[in-house]
């Protein structure tokens, strides 16, 4: 069964700081796909990343930067100089090759004051 | 892009009443739509996943009955809420797949939601 953990609930930062979103991953496929996601408080969820298993490249776009180590099956994510806008609910989501449903996390709420 | 639109974005309605939420792809036709439900402050719940012109396939402990999936065309799904119930009220939000592969697992998109509130 795949899982998709993130320890993190909230974390709370000030404007400019860097910050590290957790994803802790379990699945017993060799080939598999990783996603973020991030919900503002208007609800809707925006497509960040997409990842499969075999590219472990880390990647960055922008102030965002993905850390995919498959060795602690991690894919965690970095805000980079954060900012108020980044205020949002972040989910990480696991899909099993041949699969097209979504595993999600539990979710961390980032809050970015000014 | 890759647009997914949902209507309506929020319905009050009367305990024992129907509801029917619209989720559409605007600009890339979806094979598979799938249905979630969100409680607040938690994650989302896959209802049940739609393939066009078959039937929903439902996720363990959701009521095939109650909540009505059709999947007419390419870019439409909805899902009815039938005799909705105060403990029905809930975030309901729709997902597109983009492509069709079979062994593919292309990314999924997201409509804006819609809040249910039954009185």
Not at chain 1, 50 to 56: G, L, Q, V
Request: proline letters at 3%.
């Amino acid at each position: 069964a795949q899982k998709v953990t993130q320890a993190q609930t909230e974390i709370s930062v000030v404007e400019k700081e860097d910050v590290t979103l957790d994803c802790v991953y379990e699945t017993r496929d060799t080939t598999y796909y990783l996603f973020w996601y991030k919900q503002p408080p208007s609800g809707e969820l925006v497509f960040l990343i997409r990842r499969n298993s075999f590219d472990e490249q880390n990647e960055i776009s922008g102030r965002y930067s993905w850390n995919f180590q498959k060795s602690t099956s991690s894919f965690n994510f970095t805000i980079t100089a954060s900012q108020v806008v980044d205020s949002a609910v972040y989910f990480c989501a696991l899909s099993e090759m041949g699969y097209s449903t979504l595993t999600f996390g539990k979710g961390t709420m980032l809050l970015v004051s000014p | 892009g890759a647009v997914v639109s949902q209507h309506p974005s929020w319905v009050i309605c009367k305990s024992g009443t129907s509801v029917k939420i619209e989720c559409r792809s605007l600009d890339f036709q979806a094979t598979t739509m799938f249905w979630y439900r969100q409680f607040p402050k938690q994650s989302l719940m896959l209802m049940a996943t739609s393939n066009e012109g078959s039937k929903a396939t439902y996720e363990q402990g959701v009521e095939k009955d109650k909540f009505l999936i059709n999947h007419a065309s390419l870019t439409l799904s909805t899902l009815t809420v039938t005799s909705a119930h105060p403990e029905d009220s809930s975030f309901y939000i729709c997902s597109a797949r983009r492509g069709t592969s079979e062994w593919e697992t292309d990314t999924q998109y997201f409509g804006p939601g819609t809040r249910l509130t039954v009185l």
